[in-house]
């Protein structure tokens, strides 16, 4: 079961590696960013570094190098993003601003996976101790923050696509991959709590379980929202070309 949970992770983060990659291609292409809703993809990408930091304390690698990898696609999505956003909209303080913290989170990301590959890799324990108190409760906090983030990050895009019936907008593999992840990472926190309960994680401590069952009920939450955002998008899109990629 084990090996499943594994394989099934890296499924999950391969599919957080590349969500940021159509609105890449397309906006690379198109050279304009419409219809979009900015909030989102700067939620995401703040969510992207919780979860760095939550692997990183659950000492879990498919979600650093997932974070890590996703990051620096995502990074250059909204780089894209900022440079063709309507002037109109935005001031070159902004703008320089936006580039400022998109760069600045991609660093903290970059330091998280170095510090992960020294503690888990090269010298194991070096820098934390999983089973220590202050580990777990840093543990419980981003299993309730990280979730919750991300969980609200494509809400303001699906509201506004749905208000303005443009989700059609949207690549299509942008929008089947936010709904893959969301599903493959269900399937990775139900198989973990009950390899918890088979005694498969060995001495793992209690906290292990709840906050794989917090991270379950608010994953679940981000699905829902994912599926509406897929839905709206296959009733917007009929009759129109379809933007694949």
Known sequence: MLLSI?????????LIVVVGLPQLVYISKVKKAEN???SSYW????????????????GLSQLVFAELAGSIIFSATLFV????????????????????LILFILIIIIIISLLHIINFYVDANSLLDQ??????????LLAMFAPFIGTL????????????????????FFVADVFLFNTFWIIVWVLRIH???????????????????LSLILQSVSLIIAALQFGFWI???????????
């Open 6 to 14: 594994e394989i099934i992770g890296w499924i999950a983060a391969i």
């Open 36 to 38: 979009l809703a900015l």
């Open 43 to 58: 939620i995401f990408n703040l969510s992207l570094l919780l979860f760095s930091l939550y692997g990183f304390f659950l």
């Open 81 to 100: 993003m900022i440079k063709y956003w309507n002037s109109n909209e935005m001031s070159h303080f902004k703008r320089k601003l936006n580039y400022a």
């Open 131 to 140: 089973n220590s108190n202050a580990v777990k409760v840093i543990q419980a």
């Open 153 to 172: 990050a494509f809400l303001p895009q699906t509201i506004k696509g749905i208000k303005e019936k443009n989700l059609f907008s949207l690549p299509f």
């Open 195 to 213: 390899a918890y309960d088979l005694g498969l994680y060995g001495n793992m401590s209690f906290v292990f379980k709840n906050t794989s069952i």
């Open 235 to 245: 009733r917007d899109v009929k009759g129109k070309k379809i933007i694949w990629f």
